[in-house]
């Protein structure tokens, strides 16, 4: 079971990000996927959150309508995205996927993946 995040980089403020968290030896069915970052010095916090059950979203309040998490509901059934926009310093952490299953809510997560490096420069 593994659960890999890419698509981080370095970006300048107003920029964006897509990232990828795409999951091994397990499907993405009635799990939540969130995204959390940390940066230097700070707590992990919580970024967003999707459910695969009844596809419900969940942001955290500094997200104010920047960014959105989506589901690929095609051919990388098991990837999840985080498209940012409007990027800004402040946004810059290092940001893991995890997820949690039979959960509508990310509140307590099972598996996490490495975390992906975003850097917003000024």
């Known amino acids: 079971v593994q659960l890999q995040a890419s698509g981080g980089g370095l970006v300048q403020a107003g920029g964006s990000l897509r990232l990828s968290c795409a999951a091994s030896?397990?499907?993405?069915?009635?799990?939540?996927i969130g995204w959390f970052r940390q940066a230097p010095g700070k707590e992990r916090e919580g970024v967003s959150c999707?459910?695969?059950?009844?596809?419900?979203?969940?942001?955290g309040d500094f997200v104010k309508g920047r960014f959105t998490i989506s589901s690929d509901n095609g051919k990388n059934k098991n990837t999840v995205y985080l498209q940012m926009n409007s990027l800004q310093p402040e946004d810059t952490a290092v940001y893991y996927c995890?997820?949690?299953?039979?959960?509508?809510?990310?509140?307590?997560?099972?598996?996490w993946g490495k975390g992906t490096q975003v850097t917003v420069s000024s």
């Open positions: 995890a997820a949690q299953q039979g959960s509508y809510y990310c509140d307590g997560m099972d598996y």
């Open positions: 030896g397990f499907t993405f069915d009635d799990y939540a």
């Open positions: 999707v459910s695969s059950s009844d596809g419900s979203t969940y942001y």
